[in-house]
């Protein structure tokens, strides 16, 4: 069935009422709906000939039909998802342009970016981790998802808390009345393999439930082990005609390997030479010829000629600049432990269909989410750094200054050694209570329609971490230190637990954050060809942060801070042709500058303002070929404003000091994070037997420091990507029900760098890599083979601080279902 509005539809939003009310459940207005025994058409970017393109709602908690929709959205749906064997939603977010990975990630969780800015994360519309500074997030499974939804952009109105760059919403499977199970079980490369289960059905014309489990393991590429437990159950009930509820439950427990070194850069800073890389020798490291005070001592390591020309020995042309290739090797000591998670969700959602032009949703959330991990977070190899630091408070650049520098031990250099290794065990914990209502009522004055929504929202969050470090000898405090690595390339592991090695408690708080807004949004539908979107919102986020003592500070009395203000968004579509239209959307969101980071005292700083953002769309929508084409194009300017740093003019270290100043701000609040550029997504089908789903991205990514007056590549997010998957149906005369697939993921160079670290330029290459999947299709099975990474590229797919996390190398995964 399609919706769309024209002349001969007067009432449109009665009917588009109608069809929601056909669905199991919808998780907002139209938004998120989902279909039962009705085949409701959606909006995607891949079906067989566009099947279910139609309706989004995802950016406007409306009704308006995609071609109608003045905002960038991009959904994925399960048909994709199934062909890619996509698993995880860092394995799915190919299929979206401008989504990628972020920057600086230490291989925990889901830490994504959207147009190089931070996004959120919600299951039918509802919080699911954050990412604002929680480094403790799980890793979401697809096992439950029937789509993705992604819309660009900031949504503080229509989601509370939400990140610059938009929102990624997982929609979950839901209660179906038609019976229905299926068996799934995969085994693939390094010991991995999975078993699963999905039984639906209705107990009655006004019960119906869902069951979902899963258990998969695996040893992992380079040892990056991962065990999941599953269980999804969810029941609907139909409670009149006008009354629907849904309870959802949700449970997991799983345990990931974080990698949060890869494949390290060398800290060689090759400003501080007089060689060039591929040209060097030990006459171009300079030995430091600066002494102490009492003129006994020099400030930096001296090294010998004999250990100048071994270093020298030591250095690849790409050191400083390239991450160090360590092969199957890695720098996950047996100290690490897995991070190991364990969420439990449960959801009540009531829509309340008022009349033919009216609905009300309401939703409630309790989540509760438990980590615990232990992580190498440094183990830097300085190989040579002319290092700008200070002596008597004065400032002075020393050469091979200590722990900056090769580690010698009884006179003997160790080129490749790590120094400054750190260790850190965190344990933390956060429940979250959520509530959001939806009110939706349709209007109509004369050739005139509209809708009103009016939304309301309140989140309260409760967290408590407790963070260990252990350190080696450059920095431990304690007489039993981590031992050195004396080689990357074949490490000396320590042995025993972290706990073993003198830790410090460095983090001990507990911190809660209640945030609630009001929205107003109008849909006018003018004429025929032109739609009009206008909201305007209102939110405030409280926090409150009390830290309760470590190695290092004591227990402090409780921080809190406050913020609030207004948000809008504002949208015009025209549809050029019922085959074409454009559209410009412009808007402003705000939220809490971090979720985990600590608060100041407030006679310091009295009212840390919340981050704010900004974002312009302009797009065009295109359909061609009776819809089996369908493309969008979309320009973009966007970013994360009001970021705090430090005044340079404010000094409080000591009176006599000629720049001693208190009298100006401790902080300012004009640093940003801005990303511009193009985005294209393109949907294809054609002869009944091909479809192709493609999209690309062109951005400009960059930070905005004005105390350092600079403006460089956003860490980890490239200029370029772009993603194609193809699948061919083979005909009946060849090999029936056979479909064979090939995909293509291209990623941009990405920068790593960082200057107080001496690598000023440092990057991981772009890379381009080829996967395909063959799919045979039974009455009631289908066996599917998938190849990851065709041509064993070596490639990195994360950027992680100062280094890159190596990719998987090609590995096979075969995977069964069977429903009856």
Same mark, same amino acid.
């Given at each position: 069935?399609?919706?769309?509005?024209?002349?001969?539809?007067?009432?449109?939003?009665?009917?588009?009422?109608?069809?929601?009310?056909?669905?199991?459940?919808?998780?907002?207005?139209?938004?998120?709906?989902?279909?039962?025994?009705?085949?409701?058409?959606?909006?995607?970017?891949?079906?067989?000939?566009?099947?279910?393109?139609?309706?989004?709602?995802?950016?406007?908690?409306?009704?308006?039909?995609?071609?109608?929709?003045?905002?960038?959205?991009?959904?994925?749906?399960?048909?994709?998802?199934?062909?890619?064997?996509?698993?995880?939603?860092?394995?799915?977010?190919? /299929?979206?342009?401008?989504?990628?990975?972020?920057?600086?990630?230490?291989?925990?969780?889901?830490?994504?970016?959207?147009?190089?800015?931070?996004?959120?994360?919600?299951?039918?519309?509802?919080?699911?981790?954050?990412?604002?500074?929680?480094?403790?997030?799980?890793?979401?499974?697809?096992?439950?998802?029937?789509?993705?939804?992604?819309?660009?952009?900031?949504?503080?109105?229509?989601?509370?808390?939400?990140?610059?760059?938009?929102?990624? /919403?997982?929609?979950?499977?839901?209660?179906?009345?038609?019976?229905?199970?299926?068996?799934?079980?995969?085994?693939?490369?390094?010991?991995?393999?999975?078993?699963?289960?999905?039984?639906?059905?209705?107990?009655?014309?006004?019960?119906?439930?869902?069951?979902?489990?899963?258990?998969? =393991?695996?040893?992992?590429?380079?040892?990056?082990?991962?065990?999941?437990?599953?269980? $999804?159950?969810?029941?609907?009930?139909?409670?009149?005609?006008?009354?629907?509820?849904?309870?959802?439950?949700?449970?997991?427990?799983?345990?990931?390997?974080?990698?949060?070194?890869?494949?390290?850069? =060398?800290?060689?800073?090759?400003?501080?030479?007089?060689?060039?890389?591929?040209?060097?020798?030990? /006459?171009?490291?300079?030995?430091?010829?600066?002494?102490?005070?009492?003129?006994?001592?020099?400030?930096?390591?001296?090294?010998?000629?004999?250990?100048?020309?071994?270093?020298?020995?030591?250095?690849?042309?790409?050191?400083?600049?390239?991450?160090?290739?360590?092969?199957?090797?890695?720098?996950?000591?047996?100290?690490?432990?897995?991070?190991?998670?364990?969420?439990?969700?449960?959801?009540?959602?009531?829509?309340?269909?008022?009349?033919?032009?009216?609905?009300l949703t309401q939703q409630v959330l309790w989540?509760?989410?438990?980590?615990?991990?232990?992580?190498?977070?440094?183990?830097?190899?300085?190989?040579?750094?002319?290092?700008?630091?200070?002596?008597?408070?004065?400032?002075?650049?020393?050469?091979?200054?200590?722990?900056?520098?090769?580690?010698?031990?009884?006179?003997?250099?160790?080129? *490749?050694?790590?120094?400054?290794?750190?260790? =850190?065990?965190?344990?933390?914990?956060?429940?979250?209570?959520?509530? *959001?209502?939806?009110?939706?009522?349709?209007?109509?004055?004369?050739?005139?329609?509209?809708?009103?929504?009016?939304?309301?929202?309140?989140?309260?969050?409760?967290?408590?971490?407790?963070?260990?470090?252990?350190?080696?000898?450059?920095?431990?405090?304690?007489?039993?230190?981590?031992? $050195?690595?004396?080689?990357?390339?074949?490490?000396?592991?320590?042995?025993?637990?972290?706990?073993?090695?003198?830790?410090?408690?460095?983090?001990?708080?507990?911190?809660?954050?209640?945030?609630?807004?009001?929205?107003?949004?109008?849909?006018?539908?003018?004429?025929?060809?032109?739609?009009?979107?206008?909201?305007?919102?209102?939110?405030?986020?409280?926090?409150?942060?009390?830290?309760?003592?470590?190695?290092?500070?004591?227990? @402090?009395?409780?921080?809190?801070?406050?913020?609030?203000?207004?948000?809008?968004?504002?949208?015009?579509?025209?549809?050029?042709?019922?085959?074409?239209?454009?559209?410009?959307?412009?808007?402003?969101?705000?939220?809490?500058?971090?979720?985990?980071?600590?608060?100041?005292?407030?006679?310091?700083?009295?009212?840390?303002?919340?981050?704010?953002?900004?974002?312009?769309?302009?797009?065009?929508?295109?359909?061609?070929?009776?819809?089996?084409?369908?493309?969008?194009?979309?320009? *973009?300017?966007?970013?994360?404003?009001?970021?705090? $740093?430090?005044?340079?003019?404010?000094?409080?270290?000591?009176?006599?000091?000629?720049?001693?100043?208190?009298?100006?701000?401790?902080?300012?609040?004009d640093n940003e994070d801005e990303s511009k550029?193009?985005?294209?997504?393109?949907?294809?089908?054609?002869?009944?037997?091909?479809?192709?789903?493609?999209?690309?991205?062109?951005?400009?990514?960059?930070?905005?420091?004005?105390?350092?007056?600079?403006?460089?590549?956003?860490?980890?997010?490239?200029?370029?990507?772009?993603?194609?998957?193809?699948?061919?149906?083979?005909?009946?005369?060849?090999?029936?029900?056979?479909?064979?697939?090939?995909?293509?993921?291209?990623?941009?160079?990405?920068?790593?760098?960082?200057?107080?670290?001496?690598?000023?330029?440092?990057?991981?290459?772009?890379?381009?890599?080829?996967?395909?999947?063959?799919?045979?299709?039974?009455?009631?099975?289908?066996i599917q083979l998938n190849i990851e990474n065709?041509?064993?590229?070596? $490639?990195? @797919?994360?950027?992680?601080?100062?280094?890159?996390?190596?990719?998987?190398? =090609?590995?096979?995964?075969?995977?069964?279902?069977?429903?009856?």
């Amino acid at each position: 069935m399609q919706f769309s509005r024209s002349k001969n539809s007067p009432n449109m939003l009665a009917n588009a009422v109608k069809i929601a009310l056909l669905g199991a459940a919808v998780s907002s207005p139209a938004a998120f709906a989902q279909n039962t025994d009705e085949n409701i058409e959606r909006i995607s970017i891949y079906n067989k000939h566009n099947k279910l393109i139609l309706e989004s709602g995802t950016a406007t908690k409306s009704n308006m039909a995609l071609m109608q929709t003045p905002a960038a959205i991009v959904v994925v749906d399960k048909e994709l998802l199934k062909a890619q064997n996509a698993t995880t939603l860092q394995e799915a977010l190919r /299929n979206v342009s401008g989504l990628g990975q972020a920057g600086n990630n230490y291989g925990i969780g889901d830490t994504l970016t959207v147009r190089g800015l931070g996004v959120n994360y919600t299951y039918d519309g509802m919080y699911g981790g954050a990412d604002l500074g929680n480094n403790f997030n799980p890793t979401r499974s697809m096992t439950n998802v029937e789509s993705i939804e992604v819309l660009k952009g900031p949504a503080t109105g229509l989601y509370g808390i939400g990140a610059a760059g938009g929102v990624v /919403n997982l929609v979950e499977k839901k209660p179906q009345q038609q019976e229905a199970f299926e068996i799934s079980a995969k085994a693939g490369s390094w010991n991995s393999y999975g078993i699963g289960f999905d039984a639906t059905g209705g107990l009655n014309d006004q019960w119906a439930y869902r069951l979902v489990t899963n258990h998969e =393991r695996s040893d992992g590429y380079r040892d990056l082990q991962s065990d999941r437990d599953e269980v $999804y159950a969810s029941l609907s009930f139909d409670v009149n005609a006008s009354h629907k509820l849904l309870l959802s439950t949700a449970y997991i427990d799983d345990a990931l390997q974080i990698d949060s070194i890869g494949d390290p850069v =060398r800290i060689m800073n090759w400003d501080s030479t007089s060689g060039t890389p591929g040209n060097l020798s030990g /006459n171009d490291l300079p030995n430091d010829a600066k002494m102490d005070d009492d003129g006994k001592n020099y400030l930096g390591v001296q090294l010998t000629a004999q250990q100048r020309e071994q270093l020298a020995a030591s250095i690849q042309a790409t050191d400083g600049l390239k991450p160090y290739n360590l092969g199957d090797g890695s720098l996950i000591s047996p100290l690490s432990k897995p991070n190991e998670g364990e969420e439990l969700r449960i959801k009540l959602r009531h829509d309340w269909h008022i009349n033919n032009d009216s609905t009300l949703t309401q939703q409630v959330l309790w989540r509760s989410y438990d980590s615990e991990f232990a992580r190498q977070t440094g183990a830097y190899n300085y190989v040579y750094w002319n290092r700008a630091t200070s002596y008597n408070k004065q400032p002075i650049n020393i050469i091979n200054q200590d722990p900056r520098a090769p580690l010698i031990i009884d006179d003997e250099l160790h080129p *490749f050694a790590a120094r400054r290794q750190e260790y =850190r065990r965190q344990i933390a914990e956060e429940q979250t209570w959520q509530y *959001f209502a939806d009110l939706q009522l349709g209007w109509s004055l004369g050739s005139v329609m509209g809708e009103h929504l009016v939304s309301v929202n309140y989140e309260n969050r409760e967290m408590a971490l407790k963070s260990w470090s252990a350190y080696d000898a450059d920095s431990a405090k304690g007489d039993n230190a981590i031992p $050195y690595i004396l080689d990357i390339r074949n490490p000396n592991w320590a042995t025993g637990d972290i706990m073993d090695y003198d830790p410090s408690l460095r983090s001990n708080y507990d911190k809660s954050l209640d945030a609630y807004g009001i929205s107003f949004q109008e849909v006018l539908y003018l004429t025929d060809q032109l739609t009009v979107r206008a909201g305007l919102a209102y939110s405030a986020i409280e926090q409150a942060y009390q830290h309760k003592g470590s190695d290092r500070v004591e227990a @402090s009395k409780e921080q809190d801070s406050d913020d609030s203000g207004m948000t809008y968004n504002f949208g015009i579509n025209y549809q050029v042709h019922p085959q074409l239209s454009a559209f410009v959307n412009v808007a402003k969101g705000r939220t809490a500058y971090s979720i985990l980071g600590s608060l100041s005292d407030e006679t310091k700083e009295p009212n840390r303002p919340d981050s704010e953002s900004q974002s312009l769309d302009l797009g065009i929508r295109f359909t061609a070929l009776d819809e089996d084409l369908l493309g969008s194009i979309v320009w *973009f300017e966007t970013s994360r404003t009001n970021l705090r $740093y430090s005044n340079p003019l404010y000094n409080d270290e000591d009176p006599a000091r000629s720049d001693y100043n208190v009298s100006v701000p401790q902080y300012l609040y004009d640093n940003e994070d801005e990303s511009k550029g193009v985005e294209v997504d393109l949907n294809l089908a054609l002869a009944e037997s091909v479809d192709l789903n493609l999209n690309a991205t062109w951005q400009d990514a960059v930070e905005i420091r004005k105390e350092k007056g600079t403006e460089n590549q956003k860490k980890g997010v490239p200029e370029k990507m772009a993603s194609a998957w193809v699948n061919y149906q083979l005909p009946a005369t060849v090999m029936e029900n056979l479909t064979l697939s090939l995909g293509v993921n291209y990623v941009d160079e990405r920068t790593v760098n960082s200057a107080s670290f001496g690598l000023p330029t440092a990057t991981i290459d772009s890379y381009t890599r080829w996967d395909a999947a063959a799919r045979y299709q039974g009455d009631k099975y289908q066996i599917q083979l998938n190849i990851e990474n065709l041509t064993d590229e070596r $490639y990195y @797919s994360k950027a992680l601080f100062l280094g890159g996390l190596p990719g998987n190398e =090609r590995n096979v995964k075969l995977s069964v279902n069977y429903q009856f």
